[in-house]
């Protein structure tokens, strides 16, 4: 089972990017799946979360209205868009897969909810 992030980079305040995660094996049946961040210094932050089904959508309260979560199952890829991004996004993404419950709904927050872990895509937001 593996999560492997990719589509970070060096960007400008203001820019866009799109962040991918693709997993591979049985993981992505069934299973919601999330984005965190950690920025330097910081403890990890929920950015978004999507379920199984891809018709639920979660997002942590900084992200809302900028941040779009969405899956392909077909490709077994989910994906998070980032807009009008701010310095402060600056920060290592991480996706990660959890088995959609109704636990798992209730908590997409918390990275305790989550088995599957990928190693991280960095974003970097310049002035």
């Known amino acids: 089972v593996q999560l492997q992030a990719s589509g970070g980079g060096l960007v400008q305040a203001g820019d866009s990017l799109r962040l991918s995660c693709a997993v591979s094996?049985?993981?992505?049946?069934?299973?919601?799946l999330g984005w965190f961040r950690q920025a330097p210094g910081k403890e990890r932050e929920f950015v978004a979360a999507i379920s199984w089904t891809g018709r639920r959508t979660y997002y942590g309260n900084s992200m809302k209205g900028r941040f779009t979560i969405s899956r392909d199952n077909a490709k077994n890829t989910v994906y998070l868009q980032l807009n009008s991004l701010k310095l402060e996004d600056t920060a290592v993404y991480y996706c990660?897969?959890?088995?959609?419950?109704?636990?798992?709904?209730?908590?997409?927050?918390?990275?305790?909810?989550?088995?599957?872990w990928g190693q991280g895509t960095e974003v970097t937001v310049s002035s």
């Open positions: 094996g049985r993981t992505f049946d069934r299973h919601g």
């Open positions: 990660a897969a959890g088995l959609d419950t109704s636990d798992w709904r209730m908590s997409t927050w918390d990275s305790r909810t989550y088995d599957y």
